[in-house]
Nanobody
Framework: QVQLVESGGGSVQAGGSLRLSCRAR????????LGWFRQAPGKEREFVAA????????HYSDSVKGRFTISTDNAQRAAYLQMNSLKSEDTATYYC????????????????????WGQGTQVVVSS
């Protein structure tokens, strides 16, 4: 079973920054794309950002575009989400997921298409 480990969550004031990390424990797992999603209490899991592993093509939700940056370190089999200018509405538990087979771009925004997930890391932004 593929294990993804997230870290970097915490509490920050509005306008601050956090950097989330996601790392695959198994070096043999094939990663075609990685996505970050978030889920606030009582709400559905929401797409935040995604990146294709080989081409580095990035995708962002409109709500985070210009504030968040997704990046990868292929050698470390890790991905990062740099979150700047945080707002109270960014408060949620953040999850990373991976595609282990090729997926169309529209699939990157759909959580049900992902093959494995991390345990989540909580982000709290106070205003």
């Amino acid at each position: 079973q593929v294990q993804l480990v997230e870290s970097g969550g915490g509490s920050v004031q509005a306008g601050g920054s956090l950097r989330l990390s996601c790392r695959a424990r198994e070096r043999s797992v094939n990663i075609f794309a990685l996505g970050w999603f978030r889920q606030a209490p009582g709400k559905e899991r929401e797409f935040v950002a995604a990146v294709t592993w080989s081409g580095g093509e990035t995708h962002y939700s409109d709500s985070v575009k210009g504030r968040f940056t997704i990046s990868t370190d292929n050698a470390q089999r890790a991905a990062y989400l740099q979150m700047n200018s945080l707002k109270s509405e960014d408060t949620a538990t953040y999850y990373c997921g991976i595609h282990m087979t090729p997926a169309p771009d529209f699939g990157l925004r759909m959580p049900r298409t992902y093959d494995a997930w991390g345990q989540g890391t909580q982000v709290v932004v106070s205003s």
